[in-house]
């Protein structure tokens, strides 16, 4: 099994940064690679950004390219998605997910196996 646990989420004009972190435990050496998705109410989950566990290729929604970095600490076990220029339709439920295999592209949430709790995002206007 795999733990996530995501933090970093509040409230934040519009123009503003978070950072999400995603502390990432248990069976690491089965993980393939790392995503964040979010949901706002209403709306269905939505890939926003992934990465390789092992380095390799980043992943990014045409939504928050140029926004958004993700990015891993390896003596951490810890993903982190640095988020810039908020805006209001940003907010969402923020989640943090690992894969275990190739099988699924990286934007897929069906490929990911184990989710973390979500954290809260909400920018306003």
């Known amino acids: 099994q795999v733990q996530l646990v995501e933090s970093g989420g509040g409230l934040v004009q519009a123009g503003g940064s978070l950072r999400l972190s995603c502390a990432v435990s248990?069976?690491?050496?089965?993980?393939?690679?790392m995503g964040w998705f979010r949901q706002a109410p209403g709306k269905e989950r939505e890939f926003v950004s992934a990465?390789?566990?092992?380095?390799?290729?980043?992943y990014y929604a045409d939504s928050v390219k140029g926004r958004f970095t993700i990015s891993r600490d390896n003596a951490k076990n810890t993903v982190y998605l640095q988020m810039n220029s908020l805006k209001p339709e940003d907010t969402a439920v923020y989640y943090c997910?690992?894969?275990?295999?190739?099988?699924?592209?990286?934007?897929?949430?069906?490929?990911?196996?184990?989710w973390g709790q979500g954290t809260q995002v909400t920018v306003s206007s």
């Open positions: 997910a690992a894969k275990s295999s190739g099988y699924y592209s990286f934007r897929e949430s069906a490929g990911y196996a184990f």
């Open positions: 990465l390789g566990w092992n380095g390799g290729s980043t």
């Open positions: 248990g069976r690491t050496f089965s993980i393939y690679g």
